[in-house]
Structures are given as structure tokens and as C-alpha cells.
């Protein structure tokens, strides 16, 4: 999977968790302006939290090392399928990647021409004060909009007392930036638009912006009564969905009135809004679980089968263009001791503070593989599968050596596994305390046909 892909992927799961999380805990308080700062945070949050790495500070964690563990046995292998079946994978991939890019570039063109066309009428429109508010005058009946600093209206269309009221309203998306929100909202779906829960999220702040506004009219000393009336009298709609502006009548007035008459809630009901710290916390975990496997120093020392040994995780994604997908996971690193002092053997670590490195990273390392695996004929035509498991290691100099297979499946596949290690480049080699170092893998294979490929079922 490319890095877009699982780039995109984290931010959707982290948009479907908040949503979850929102409607759970905060979908009926009355603390609009937290709930307007826990929205934002929601979306900015979701962009960033895939490109932090905590892998630092999770080095010192030796509690986590259990999680690591677990996630070790559920990427431990490599799944290697024959080359003519994956062809129409690939082609299917690409073009949902096109289509994918095609919708959000046609909704980014949307919002450019929305964006032209709010300019286009605040240039065509004349400028007047009404009640110490500048406002732009619409020369058709209209609601009353604002963008930014624009503020639009058709004042004919209403009596004095009700235009105090609904630029009072107008003031407020104004003076507090409320159209930051809602160009945010815009963006996050148009990079998600797949996912439903972007939308939904852009619905609630759109919901909120109005229920902040709404509240400055109440706490203006306007009665409850006649604004609500107000809002119910006006004929005048817009689609809140597909426009940029925050619109005075805007539609759901039905919620928008609720949330008026709701009882404020309880001061002490702030302290759940700390319950977005452990979210946050669960999430930068999921992100940088690759980087917490790739560092850990938990040493198993109880298990008499691993002989002073230390059991590690390391997963790393590829997306073979002709392989279908297949998890890179060289899951157990094994650390031997000097059989003796006298010999002087060169040690043999688990996990250093620099992990080696395949020549060019983990692109070539991709491009590597796809191009010398081969999941060889004869055993495809006798239906042979299964998980070959090899050793090796990554001396001090990059070389690769003591290849052994582990569990074999049968010699054909072993033989293809082994193959692959020998013809691998030399390495980067790891680094402890800033000396080049041994690094012993064991790397399993899994080999599995297809339906209809080969005899196998």
C-alpha cells in the first residue's frame, strides 16, 4: 500500500472516531465555544496525527512492549502470490486512485468557483452602514449571509427590529471567524469525500456555528419568543451544504431552536471535554505502531526456547504492483551471546539504536522484490503453498549471511525463499552507539495461490 493510501487511511479512521466520540459525549451540551474548539481540533488533528513520530519517547516505554508483541504475531509474514493472477489488481487500483483524485479535484474546482462568486457579489454590491455594521447590499431578495468580514443583505425584505436582530447574528460569524471553520470543514471533505463521517463533522460545525450565534442574540437582551418567530417567519433557504457563507436561516431551524430552549449545562459537565486527551493518546499509539515495534528493547528473558533472546516487531507495508499486497514483517530478531569470550565472535543484536537499512530504503526494497520474487511454476501447477521461515544476518559490513530456513513447506518454495535473501545488495548496517553492528532476522514467507491457480483451493 503506497503511502498516500495509508496516509488517507489513518486520517478516515481518525474521522470516524471522532464523530463517534462527539455524538457519545458532546452532542447536547451548551458549551458551544468548547464544542466549536473541539470540532477544529477533531479535523486539525486528524491531518496531523499520521505524521508525527514518538518513536523517541516510546523507546523509553518498556510497558508497551507487550502491545508490540501482540501486533508482531498479526504482521509476521510475507505473502507472496503468483505474478500473472495480480495483474488485474493492480489496473483495479490505479483506476479507483484516478477516480479518487478526479471527484476531489472536481469538488476543490466547486469551491474555487463559490469562493469567486462570494467576491464577484461583494464587488457588485453597494456598501452601506446599517446600525453601525457595514454591510454589503443585495439588490434581489435574499437572506442575510455573511463571509468573513462580508456581510450580506437585503433589508427591504425586513422590518427594523428583525434586521437589529439578524446582524447581530451576522456580527457575531464575523467578529469570531466563523468562516474559518467552515472553509476547514470544506477541505477535510474534500480530501475524505468518501467518507461519510467527514460530511457529518462539517454538518455539526456548521450546527454549532449557528447555535454560537443564536446565543449572542439571546444573551443580547433580544426575547426568546419573537427571534425564534423571526427565524420561522422568513421564506427565504438556503442549502447550508453546498454554500461557503454562514446564512442567517439557515435550514434544521428545528434543532436550532431546540438548542434555545435546552437548559445550559453544568459547568462541572467542561470536565469531560479532558476526555479527548486519552483519544489522542490511543491514536498517536495506533499511528506510530510501526516505530514502537522498530524500537523496542523488551527483553524476554523467561523463555527457555529463545536463549537470552529478545523478542521484537518490525512491520513495514508493500505494495507489490504484481504481487497483490504483501506485509514485510521481519517479526522475531533474535540476539545471541559469544558462545565463549575467547572466541571473539562479533555479537549478534536484536535491536539497535539504527536499524539496518536496504540500499535506497524501503521503496527500492520494494522495487526489489517485486521484480526477483518469483513463486516458482512447478510448485504453482502442484498446488504447493505455505509459510517458509528463514534466518539471516545483517553483518557490520551489510552483508547478508547465515541464511537457514527455519520451518520449510516444501524445497521448491524454500529453495525461491533462500534465493531471494542471496541475491539481496549489501545493506545499510545498524548502528549501536554509533559502531556498525550485527543484526540476526528471521523473516517468514508465506507463499499462497489464488482460486483457480494451480490446483490449489
Not at 93 to 102: H, K, P, S
Not at 419 to 441: A, F, H, N
Request: aromatic share 12%; net charge positive; hydrophobic share 45%.
Amino acid at each position: 500500500m503506497s503511502q498516500e493510501a495509508i496516509y488517507l487511511l489513518k486520517v478516515n479512521v481518525a474521522l470516524v472516531l471522532f464523530y463517534a466520540f462527539y455524538r457519545l459525549f458532546f452532542y447536547k451540551d451548551t458549551f458551544f465555544v468548547w464544542r466549536r474548539s473541539l470540532l477544529l481540533a477533531f479535523l486539525g488533528l486528524a491531518v496531523v496525527y499520521p505524521l508525527l513520530n514518538i518513536q523517541e519517547w516510546i523507546r523509553e516505554q518498556e510497558p508497551i512492549n507487550g502491545i508490540i508483541l501482540t501486533y508482531s504475531d498479526i504482521w509476521s509474514d510475507i505473502t507472496v502470490t503468483p505474478t500473472e493472477s495480480a495483474g488485474w489488481q493492480s489496473l483495479v487500483l490505479t483506476v479507483a486512485a484516478g477516480c479518487y483524485r478526479t471527484v476531489a479535484a472536481l469538488l476543490a474546482l466547486r469551491f474555487v468557483v463559490q469562493l469567486g462568486r462570494i467576491f464577484h457579489l461583494a464587488w457588485r454590491s453597494r456598501r452601506a452602514v446599517i446600525g453601525g455594521t457595514n454591510v454589503y447590499l443585495l439588490d434581489k431578495p435574499s437572506g442575510a449571509f455573511s463571509f468573513f468580514r462580508f456581510i450580506f443583505l437585503y433589508p427591504d425584505a425586513h422590518r427594523e427590529g428583525e434586521v437589529d436582530k439578524i446582524l447581530t447574528h451576522e456580527r457575531t460569524h464575523a467578529s469570531e471567524w466563523h468562516s474559518i471553520d467552515v472553509v476547514i470543514s470544506e477541505w477535510m471533505c474534500i480530501l475524505c469525500w468518501m467518507n461519510p463521517f467527514a460530511w457529518l463533522l462539517k454538518r455539526e460545525m456548521r450546527y454549532n456555528l449557528e447555535y454560537l450565534a443564536d446565543n449572542t442574540v439571546l444573551r443580547s437582551g433580544y426575547d426568546s419568543k419573537s427571534y425564534q418567530y423571526l427565524l420561522l417567519g422568513l421564506t427565504h433557504s438556503h442549502k447550508a451544504a453546498a454554500n461557503l457563507y454562514n446564512n442567517f436561516n439557515v435550514s434544521h431551524l428545528k434543532k436550532r431552536i431546540s438548542m434555545m430552549n435546552t437548559t445550559r449545562s453544568h459547568a462541572i459537565g467542561k470536565v469531560k471535554y479532558l476526555l479527548f486527551l486519552p483519544l489522542t493518546a490511543a491514536l498517536m499509539l495506533f499511528s506510530n505502531m510501526d516505530a514502537i515495534a522498530h524500537v523496542t528493547k523488551k527483553v524476554v528473558a523467561d523463555d527457555p526456547s529463545l536463549n537470552p533472546a529478545v523478542l521484537v516487531a518490525e512491520k513495514v507495508v508493500i505494495n507489490f504492483s504484481s504481487h497483490t499486497f504483501i506485509s514485510f514483517n521481519p517479526a522475531t530478531l533474535v540476539a545471541e551471546k559469544p558462545d565463549a569470550p575467547q572466541e571473539k565472535k562479533k555479537t549478534v543484536y536484536a535491536v539497535v539504536e539504527t536499524m539496518p537499512q536496504f540500499p535506497g530504503g524501503t521503496d527500492a526494497l520494494m522495487k526489489f522484490v517485486n521484480t526477483n520474487l518469483r513463486y516458482p511454476k512447478e510448485a504453482q501447477e502442484k498446488g504447493i503453498q505455505g509459510r517458509v521461515i528463514l534466518t539471516f544476518v545483517i553483518n557490520d559490513d551489510g552483508r547478508i549471511s547465515d541464511i537457514e530456513v527455519t520451518r520449510g513447506v516444501d524445497p521448491l518454495l524454500d529453495a525461491e525463499a533462500v534465493r531471494l535473501i542471496e541475491s539481496m545488495p549489501k545493506w545499510t548496517p545498524g548502528k549501536q552507539r554509533g559502531k556498525d553492528v550485527c543484526v540476526k532476522y528471521n523473516l517468514p514467507i508465506m507463499f499462497r495461490l489464488q482460486q483457480g491457480t494451480g490446483d490449489a483451493k
